[in-house]
């Protein structure tokens, strides 16, 4: 049987002891099974005089995670902020994915922005946002949403990785736009993520948004009547302060009522080959 990935490599878990985090790494725990990678746990603290503890806590979630799952994951304590270091660690790890839970947009967060998408800027690779356990289908049904924006379509390429590992199938969500340039440039983004689709035998379906409002409040509200597994979307590198202020598109999807989990991909300036082995270019 061919190998799902090319060499061994980790995937991390975003830790603080929560029962959010605990949904993450039964998420992480399912896709480690499925492509034999590691799983290390990732806690931050203040101080240096807090590990001595954080481990000691460790030592016994490690038991009760292998007790209950089967699956005995690593761990790693460092000092930082949860807002750099989680994305700094799994950079200098070369991870493969970072899992992370979230209890969505609450309280001083609706005003400040996501703490979840404030931890997710600067990091290599995509997160898998969640806010409850995995289903018993995993990533079955996502919903790819379509938008204007150039770097959308470097999300076809994990598209197509998430078909390899569970034959996905993809919900095509079109944004529906009346300004000539911005509809132009959805059509063009639609064409290439198909055209890539159908060459990779992948199976989807088109849908266009109603009408030109809130598109994140739309793709939200497709995926709960879906019942999606997950929502693909990519996340812009740099986000400035009126992003967190007054809630950028991605900080809604990532913080979604419906629960859903969110796959983040981050634009990349080179082609998207390498990562996959596949070859497989945006």
């Known amino acids: 049987m061919e190998e799902l ?5 980790t995937v991390v878990v975003a830790w603080d002891f929560s029962n959010v985090a605990e949904y993450a790494l039964q998420h992480a725990i399912r896709f480690a099974k499925k492509t034999n990678t590691d799983v290390l746990l990732l806690n931050i603290v203040d101080a240096e005089s807090d590990i001595d503890n954080i481990e000691r806590q460790f030592n016994i979630v490690v038991e009760d995670v292998e007790h209950k799952y089967g699956y005995r994951p690593t761990y790693l304590v460092k000092v930082g902020s949860i807002f750099t270091t989680i994305a700094e660690t799994a950079n200098e790890m070369d991870a493969h994915l970072v899992f992370m839970g979230t209890h969505g947009m609450k309280g001083l967060q609706k005003i400040t922005g996501s703490w979840a998408l404030k931890v ?14 995995p289903r018993e289908e995993q990533y079955e ?4 949403p379509v938008d204007y924006k150039k770097e959308g379509k470097q999300k076809v390429s994990w598209a197509l990785y998430l078909n390899r590992l569970y034959k996905s199938k993809f919900f095509l969500y079109v944004q529906n736009s009346t300004d000539p340039k911005l509809k132009q440039q959805v059509y063009s983004n639609l064409v290439y993520t198909k055209s890539i689709l159908d060459q990779n035998e992948v199976e989807y379906e088109e849908v266009t948004a109603p009408d030109n409002k809130d598109f994140s409040d739309q793709v939200i509200d497709y995926s709960e009547k879906l019942n999606a597994n997950a929502i693909l979307i990519t996340v812009p590198r740099l986000l400035d302060i009126a992003d967190y202020m007054f809630g950028a598109e991605e900080q809604k999807i990532i913080a979604n009522k419906a629960l859903i989990s969110v796959i983040t991909v981050f ?3 080179a082609k998207l080959g390498g990562f996959l082995g596949h070859g497989y270019g945006a």
């Open 267 to 269: 634009p990349k300036e």
């Open 5 to 9: 990935m090319e060499e061994k490599r």
């Open 141 to 144: 049904n996502i919903v790819f």
């Open 120 to 133: 997710i800027e600067g990091a290599k690779m995509p997160f898998v946002v969640v806010q409850r356990p």
